[in-house]
């Protein structure tokens, strides 16, 4: 991970220094060997150290913006990961995961195919709101509309099909905001972002 991390530090350096250099596909090689051979997404997405994860979701994030080539180059390997990052548990890593994720988004939208939203998604992000972001409901409550804004077309027609109304997904995320937002009415700053 530390390795991946400089390569992602020295791509992003190199971007700013020069608009007009860009990675070769040796090297983009390179790096998806890497992310392979040490099973990036089981390992590190998936690891019991929380600062690791986070590191890991922030390396994901910033190749996804920098280098995509490298995790469209894995995306069978992390799509999984990625698309279900909702299920992790410690409030430390949901900054880099709403980042990496947003980024994705915006620039993999492939992320998502051969997915179900309905299995892999919705599940755990109603659990994360449930669970009053475990904890990072300041961060993460500002970020919930970048979020969904960003979510493929694909991804909302999939999760529309065979439901009842075409509200019930947008339905369904309030009800669980605001189930997680009913032991925080002490604090009025968290009920004003929800």
Same mark, same amino acid.
């Given at each position: 991970?530390?390795?991946?991390?400089?390569?992602?530090?020295?791509? @992003?350096?190199?971007?700013?220094?020069?608009?007009?250099?860009?990675?070769?596909?040796?090297?983009?090689? !390179?790096?998806?060997?890497?992310?392979? +051979?040490?099973?990036?997404?089981?390992?590190?997405?998936?690891?019991?150290?929380?600062? !690791? $994860?986070?590191?890991?979701?922030?390396?994901?994030?910033?190749?996804?913006? =920098?280098?995509?080539?490298?995790?469209?180059?894995?995306?069978?390997?992390?799509?999984?990961?990625?698309?279900?990052?909702?299920?992790?548990?410690?409030?430390?890593?949901? +900054?880099?995961?709403? @980042?990496? !994720?947003?980024?994705?988004? +915006?620039?993999?939208?492939?992320?998502?195919?051969?997915?179900?939203?309905?299995?892999?998604?919705?599940?755990?992000?109603?659990?994360?709101?449930?669970?009053?972001?475990?904890?990072?409901?300041?961060?993460?409550?500002?970020?919930?509309?970048?979020?969904?804004?960003?979510?493929?077309?694909?991804?909302? $027609? $999939?999760?529309?099909?065979?439901?009842?109304?075409?509200?019930? !997904?947008?339905?369904?995320?309030?009800? =669980?905001?605001?189930?997680?937002?009913?032991?925080?009415?002490?604090?009025?700053?968290?009920?004003?972002?929800?």
């Amino acid at each position: 991970l530390t390795s991946i991390h400089c390569i992602v530090d020295t791509i @992003e350096t190199l971007q700013a220094s020069d608009e007009e250099w860009s990675i070769e596909q040796e090297q983009v090689d !390179v790096l998806i060997s890497m992310m392979r +051979k040490c099973n990036f997404g089981k390992r590190m997405m998936g690891s019991r150290s929380p600062r !690791v $994860r986070q590191a890991a979701y922030h390396c994901a994030g910033r190749l996804a913006l =920098n280098c995509r080539k490298v995790i469209i180059g894995c995306q069978n390997e992390l799509k999984k990961y990625i698309v279900g990052s909702f299920k992790e548990k410690d409030s430390l890593c949901y +900054k880099s995961i709403f @980042e990496m !994720v947003i980024v994705v988004n +915006k620039e993999i939208k492939s992320m998502w195919e051969d997915l179900n939203p309905k299995d892999i998604f919705w599940p755990s992000f109603y659990r994360f709101l449930r669970m009053s972001c475990y904890g990072s409901e300041t961060f993460s409550y500002l970020a919930l509309m970048p979020l969904l804004s960003t979510m493929p077309t694909q991804v909302w $027609r $999939r999760s529309l099909d065979g439901g009842d109304s075409k509200w019930e !997904v947008l339905l369904e995320t309030l009800k =669980n905001l605001l189930a997680g937002t009913k032991g925080n009415f002490t604090n009025d700053k968290v009920l004003r972002m929800a």
